[in-house]
């Protein structure tokens, strides 16, 4: 790889905002561009979704920019991961210099999102799988989180302790959505209304307005801008299944291959890694996302030492509908340095992984300080 960088990140408001999609999207752009000491005149490719039909397109013309690079893929929380991918192939091919990839969501606010989920007429699995009333995606990872508790003899209150740890870290983070709601306990978790079988209210992510942005430019020019570069190392994917029937092992995600081919393409392993930032839509995405990934064995997850999800994650900060690009806001934000209460102490290489679906696409970035 010739050499790009991560030059600016930034969140758009979060919470509960009365704003709307491209309102937030622009905050999220514009003080992304700023915090990398650019304008968006600088702009020349964008990569985004969740606005429109043409996302990309919606927003380029909101901004009054005509890029000559765009992205615009759905491959739920896991594209923004492999935004970075085709970013970086871009500039490395002359398509384009600076790329912004953003997303934002009014979901609290609008309360656009159902318990039920989304499920598309006409496809295999809603014709074989719907008669059967699960949540979409809840019930998908409710058979994973069971399965998994039954192979690791692990009960409930193990997969709780996800939670607490979440609203922990929190507590370090003003712009978290639970910050100042003081801790949780395996008891509390426990209590929460079931929403599906092993997984409860506070098994699952929360339902907040929210979004982010990151800068990608050539490392040669990040080097003469505001903020430290944050290399990209290496990035990887995989697709699986869409459907649960299809989905030939619960316990053998996608996240080991993406995983793999990242670290192959950074030359480093899982021991390199100083943070990680994973997408924990639910409790039990964590143990398993930590296992596949390299970071514990099958079933000791739970256990892991390497510092994650270290803003709060999707489970106690914010999750807008699609976490990936947060995940990418926090890693480079720890890797510069600028966490406070939070920071791990001399981070200088951080793994964001993206997952989307039921565990249906997955997604893994490697960036790293620069030397």
């Known amino acids: 790889m010739r050499g790009v960088a991560i030059a600016g990140a930034a969140e758009c408001d979060l919470g509960r905002t009365g704003k709307s999609i491209l309102e937030l999207q622009t905050q999220a752009v514009t003080r992304a561009l700023a915090d990398a000491g650019l304008t968006l005149a600088d702009v020349d490719g964008i990569a985004t979704n969740g606005i429109s039909r043409f996302s990309a397109t ?17 491959a739920g929380g896991a594209v923004f991961e492999m935004y970075v991918a085709r970013a ?21 606010s609008a309360r656009s999102r159902s318990v039920t989920g989304v499920h598309e007429e006409g ?9 059967y009333r699960p949540l979409y995606p809840i019930s998908y990872y409710a058979m994973t989180a069971q399965r998994y508790l039954h192979t690791y003899r692990l009960d409930r209150a193990d997969l709780a302790t996800v939670a607490v740890a979440a609203r922990d870290r929190a507590q370090r983070n003003p712009a978290a959505w ?15 209304p079931m929403i599906s079988s092993p997984l409860g209210k506070l098994d699952c992510c929360l339902v907040t307005d929210g979004g982010g942005a990151v800068v990608l430019t050539s490392l040669d020019r990040a080097r003469d801008l505001r903020r430290p570069p944050v290399v990209v190392l290496g990035y990887g994917e995989s697709l699986t299944h869409t459907g649960m029937a299809t989905a030939t092992d619960l316990l053998r995600t996608g996240a080991i291959d993406s995983g793999q081919r990242a670290f192959a393409r950074a030359g480093l392993r ?9 997408y924990d839509a639910f409790t039990i995405s964590v143990p398993l996302g930590l296992e596949a990934l390299g970071f514990a064995e099958p079933g000791a997850g739970l256990g892991a030492t390497v510092p ?10 914010c999750h807008p509908g699609q976490f990936g690009v947060l995940l990418l ?6 890797l ?23 565990f249906s696409s997955h997604a893994t970035v490697v960036l790293g300080v620069d030397r």
């Open 88 to 108: 970086v192939q871009a500039i490395e091919a002359g398509q384009c210099t600076t790329v912004v990839i953003s997303y934002a969501s009014n979901q609290r």
């Open 336 to 358: 510069r340095g600028e966490c406070g209460a939070r920071q791990v102490p001399g981070a200088s290489v951080a793994l964001a992984h993206g997952t989307g679906g039921i």
């Open 308 to 317: 994650h999800n270290t803003q709060g994650g999707g489970l106690a900060y």
């Open 58 to 74: 919606q927003l380029a013309d909101h901004l009054g920019r005509q890029p000559a690079w765009s992205d615009s893929s759905f």
């Open 178 to 192: 639970t910050y100042g709601m003081g801790p949780l306990t395996v008891d509390d978790v426990l209590a929460a």
């Open 329 to 334: 806001v926090e890693a480079v934000r720890q």
């Open 123 to 131: 496809t295999p699995e809603v014709e074989w799988e719907a008669p």
């Open 270 to 278: 899982p021991s390199d890694v100083d943070v990680v930032q994973l």
